[in-house]
């Protein structure tokens, strides 16, 4: 018998304003309200200076950091038994992750979703129609030095 779908699951349907292909990623405005979302793996000890690098990069680059969320892969007894196992090649993210991202985003009205990982064509699309605004990476946001 079909199970019907979960209200939650869903996430609001909107029309993204992703910028075009091709193009890099502008903060909109100086002082524009951004999230920062951060994916490490358990090896990595070191995720709270990254995340607050680029924190510090994005503001002298004219945007405002007003949430940072971070993902852990492998931390748990069962997270680390997962690790063989493929993460999500959509998102980068747990589908329970991009949900808490949504909603920080909607409770900041940030403007843009920053991640510290390089994000694909595929994976910015998706996660810009999840998210309802555009989500990128710090790389394409700040310019190369």
């Known amino acids: 018998m079909h199970k019907p779908r979960r209200d939650d699951r869903r996430l609001a349907h ?21 999230v920062l979302v951060g994916y490490f793996s358990a090896k990595q000890k070191d995720f709270e200076t990254v995340m607050a ?11 405002q950091v007003v949430a940072r969320i971070v993902q ?32 920080r985003c909607e409770e900041t009205d940030a403007a843009a979703v920053v991640f510290t990982t390089p994000l694909t064509g595929r994976r910015r699309r998706t996660l810009t129609g ?16």
């Open 53 to 63: 690098s680029a924190a510090t990069a994005l503001a002298a680059h004219g945007a």
């Open 14 to 34: 909107r029309t993204p304003s992703a910028p075009a292909q091709g193009q890099t990623f502008r903060i909109p405005a100086a002082g524009a309200d951004v």
């Open 72 to 103: 852990r892969r492998g931390v748990s007894a069962g997270g680390a038994g997962k690790m063989a196992l493929p993460y999500s090649s959509r998102t980068l993210l747990s589908y329970g992750k991009v949900r808490e991202v949504a909603r």
């Open 130 to 145: 999840m998210l309802g605004r555009p989500a990128t990476s710090v790389t394409d946001v700040l310019p190369a030095r």
